[in-house]
Protein backbone atom coordinates (compact mmCIF):
# COMPACT_ATOMS: atom_id res chain seq x y z
CA UNK A 1 0.00 0.00 0.00
CA UNK A 2 1.59 3.33 -1.02
CA UNK A 3 -0.04 7.12 0.47
CA UNK A 4 0.80 10.20 -0.55
CA UNK A 5 1.51 12.88 1.46
CA UNK A 6 0.17 16.02 1.55
CA UNK A 7 1.56 18.59 3.54
CA UNK A 8 -1.20 20.91 4.91
CA UNK A 9 -0.64 24.05 6.59
CA UNK A 10 -1.10 24.28 10.50
CA UNK A 11 -2.88 26.97 10.12
CA UNK A 12 -5.93 25.21 8.38
CA UNK A 13 -7.83 24.00 12.05
CA UNK A 14 -11.44 23.83 11.03
CA UNK A 15 -12.45 21.28 7.68
CA UNK A 16 -15.54 22.40 5.83
CA UNK A 17 -18.39 20.04 5.99
CA UNK A 18 -17.64 17.31 4.14
CA UNK A 19 -14.32 17.76 3.32
CA UNK A 20 -12.67 14.73 5.28
CA UNK A 21 -13.62 11.68 4.57
CA UNK A 22 -12.28 8.34 6.09
CA UNK A 23 -11.72 5.17 3.28
CA UNK A 24 -11.57 1.45 3.64
CA UNK A 25 -10.68 -1.21 0.83
CA UNK A 26 -13.50 -0.43 -1.43
CA UNK A 27 -15.60 2.73 -0.18
CA UNK A 28 -15.30 5.97 1.62
CA UNK A 29 -17.43 7.49 3.68
CA UNK A 30 -17.73 11.29 4.74
CA UNK A 31 -16.99 12.45 8.07
CA UNK A 32 -19.83 13.88 10.31
CA UNK A 33 -19.59 17.58 11.15
CA UNK A 34 -18.73 16.74 14.69
CA UNK A 35 -16.38 14.21 14.05
CA UNK A 36 -14.66 16.96 11.84
CA UNK A 37 -14.44 18.78 14.70
CA UNK A 38 -13.01 16.19 17.04
CA UNK A 39 -10.02 15.23 13.83
CA UNK A 40 -9.39 19.33 13.91
CA UNK A 41 -8.72 19.20 17.77
CA UNK A 42 -6.70 15.91 17.59
CA UNK A 43 -4.38 16.90 14.65
CA UNK A 44 -4.40 20.86 15.65
CA UNK A 45 -5.65 21.27 19.14
CA UNK A 46 -3.76 22.26 22.16
CA UNK A 47 -4.28 19.26 24.56
CA UNK A 48 -1.65 16.48 24.43
CA UNK A 49 -2.19 13.61 22.47
CA UNK A 50 -1.90 10.31 23.93
CA UNK A 51 0.68 7.36 22.76
CA UNK A 52 -1.16 4.01 21.79
CA UNK A 53 0.58 0.76 21.25
CA UNK A 54 2.08 0.00 17.62
CA UNK A 55 -1.02 -2.19 16.14
CA UNK A 56 0.51 -5.45 14.90
CA UNK A 57 0.80 -6.63 11.02
CA UNK A 58 -2.62 -7.52 9.58
CA UNK A 59 -4.53 -5.00 11.75
CA UNK A 60 -7.52 -3.24 10.17
CA UNK A 61 -6.72 0.23 8.98
CA UNK A 62 -7.96 2.90 7.17
CA UNK A 63 -7.13 6.17 5.60
CA UNK A 64 -8.59 9.96 6.26
CA UNK A 65 -8.77 11.43 3.04
CA UNK A 66 -9.33 15.48 2.11
CA UNK A 67 -11.97 15.06 -0.40
CA UNK A 68 -10.25 13.03 -2.70
CA UNK A 69 -6.77 13.04 -1.84
CA UNK A 70 -4.93 11.14 0.83
CA UNK A 71 -4.31 12.99 4.48
CA UNK A 72 -1.35 11.85 5.38
CA UNK A 73 -3.06 9.71 8.26
CA UNK A 74 -3.78 6.30 9.25
CA UNK A 75 -5.92 4.79 11.58
CA UNK A 76 -7.10 1.75 12.89
CA UNK A 77 -10.21 1.62 15.41
CA UNK A 78 -8.75 2.97 18.25
CA UNK A 79 -5.32 4.74 17.04
CA UNK A 80 -4.09 6.99 14.47
CA UNK A 81 -0.57 7.36 12.65
CA UNK A 82 0.27 10.88 11.43
CA UNK A 83 2.56 11.51 8.86
CA UNK A 84 3.98 14.90 7.53
CA UNK A 85 1.09 16.22 9.09
CA UNK A 86 1.31 18.71 12.08
CA UNK A 87 4.96 17.49 12.68
CA UNK A 88 5.59 19.45 15.52
CA UNK A 89 2.86 17.57 17.51
CA UNK A 90 3.17 13.87 16.12
CA UNK A 91 6.39 11.88 16.39
CA UNK A 92 7.72 9.87 13.64
CA UNK A 93 6.67 6.13 13.81
CA UNK A 94 4.05 6.54 16.76
CA UNK A 95 0.53 5.51 17.22
CA UNK A 96 -1.95 8.10 18.94
CA UNK A 97 -4.93 6.74 20.60
CA UNK A 98 -8.23 8.40 18.90
CA UNK A 99 -10.61 10.24 21.24
CA UNK A 100 -13.86 8.30 22.57
CA UNK A 101 -15.80 10.37 19.97
CA UNK A 102 -13.63 9.10 17.00
CA UNK A 103 -13.95 5.42 17.87
CA UNK A 104 -16.65 4.61 15.88
CA UNK A 105 -16.04 6.61 12.29
CA UNK A 106 -14.38 2.82 10.73
CA UNK A 107 -17.31 1.18 11.70
CA UNK A 108 -19.08 -0.75 8.73
CA UNK A 109 -15.97 -0.17 6.57
CA UNK A 110 -14.04 -3.13 5.02
CA UNK A 111 -10.27 -2.56 6.31
CA UNK A 112 -7.67 -2.42 4.39
CA UNK A 113 -4.51 -4.63 6.55
CA UNK A 114 -1.55 -2.77 7.80
CA UNK A 115 1.29 -3.74 6.25
CA UNK A 116 5.18 -4.31 8.11
CA UNK A 117 6.20 -0.96 5.98
CA UNK A 118 4.39 1.88 6.70
CA UNK A 119 5.26 5.68 5.25
CA UNK A 120 7.58 7.24 7.11
CA UNK A 121 6.12 10.08 9.56
CA UNK A 122 7.71 13.46 10.34
Request: proline content about 10%; aromatic content about 8%; some cysteine.
Amino acid sequence: MSLLLIAVSASAKEFPPGALKVCGATQCRVVTDTQSRAFSSLLWGARPVTRAPTPPVGSPIFQLRFRDDPAGAIISPTAIRVHGLNCGRFQRGKWYRLPASLRGVTAGLKPKRLRAFVPRSC
